[in-house]
């Protein structure tokens, strides 16, 4: 059964940086793992997702540039560094995960929120202007 467990919320004015970490139990290479956030009133929707057997990466155009989304294999863990947050990014981060198969390092994942079934509780990111 995988488990997913957030860290690393928090405040920070804009133009600053966090770093969050998803541990993840029961993640092999066959997953595909993503960010993504709700803000009050507004849908779920992808931030950066990743397959952990190619490692292709995949990010939503709001945050292109500012983002990187990454795993450590050690740790078992997915991060999400960001950098030059702005206002517009305060939102519960979640992180998920749906099987995929690991079909050569080119394999890409789906956006969609409707595709994770594993999901983590969530953290608060806030950031003030």
């Known amino acids: 059964q995988v488990q997913l467990v957030e860290s690393g919320g928090g405040s920070v004015q804009a133009g600053g940086s966090l770093r969050l970490s998803c541990a993840a139990s029961?993640?092999?290479?066959?997953?595909?793992m993503g960010w993504f956030r709700q803000a009050p009133g507004k849908e779920r929707e992808e931030v950066a997702i990743i397959h952990t057997g190619g490692g292709v990466t995949q990010y939503a155009d709001a945050v292109k540039g500012r983002f990187t989304i990454s795993q450590d294999n050690a740790k078992k863990t997915l991060e999400l560094q960001m950098d030059t947050l702005k206002p517009e990014d305060t939102a519960m981060y979640y992180c998920a995960a749906y099987e995929r198969p690991f079909g050569g390092l080119a394999t890409m994942c789906l956006p969609d929120p409707a595709r994770y079934n594993y999901w983590g509780q969530g953290t608060q990111v806030t950031v003030s202007s």
């Open positions: 029961e993640v092999s290479r066959g997953y595909c």
